[in-house]
């Protein structure tokens, strides 16, 4: 366990910005719901608009699952004193690199080899 890192303020930090996402997850569902084709409501312009929209709310839904995911994962790893540690190599993860993103489970290097790919 790391003695240079404030776990019950990463706590408090993780979980506060967990908290945030699920409370914007009821209108990004609405914003991702299917378009109405009915030509007669609504025009061609409108329709491509709306289902662009749609795409992008979907996109913005992916990126927050997978945003709540990273901080599960990282809750999980404070409770079992693993946090801090990458998940790939197991070296420690920078404290300013985790200041950045609390949630964040890889060190640089990694995160720099994974881009390369």
């Known amino acids: 366990m790391r003695d240079d890192l404030d776990f019950e303020g990463?706590?408090?930090?993780?979980?506060?910005?967990?908290?945030?996402?699920?409370?914007?997850?009821?209108?990004?569902?609405?914003?991702g719901a299917p378009v109405?084709?009915?030509?007669?409501?609504?025009?061609?312009?409108?329709?491509?608009?709306?289902?662009?929209?749609?795409a992008m709310a979907q996109a913005s839904a992916r990126r927050?699952?997978?945003?709540?995911?990273?901080?599960?994962?990282?809750?999980?790893?404070l409770q079992s004193g693993e946090y801090g540690y990458c998940v790939k190599c197991e070296e420690e993860i920078a404290e300013g690199r985790l200041r950045v993103d609390p949630a964040t489970l890889i060190c640089i290097d990694c995160a720099r080899a994974t881009e390369k790919r």
């Open 10 to 31: 990463i706590q408090r930090l993780l979980e506060g910005r967990y908290a945030d996402i699920q409370a914007g997850g009821e209108a990004r569902r609405k914003e």
């Open 64 to 77: 927050s699952e997978e945003e709540l995911q990273r901080i599960r994962t990282a809750l999980q790893l």
């Open 36 to 54: 109405e084709l009915d030509q007669t409501s609504v025009g061609r312009l409108s329709r491509m608009d709306a289902m662009q929209q749609q």
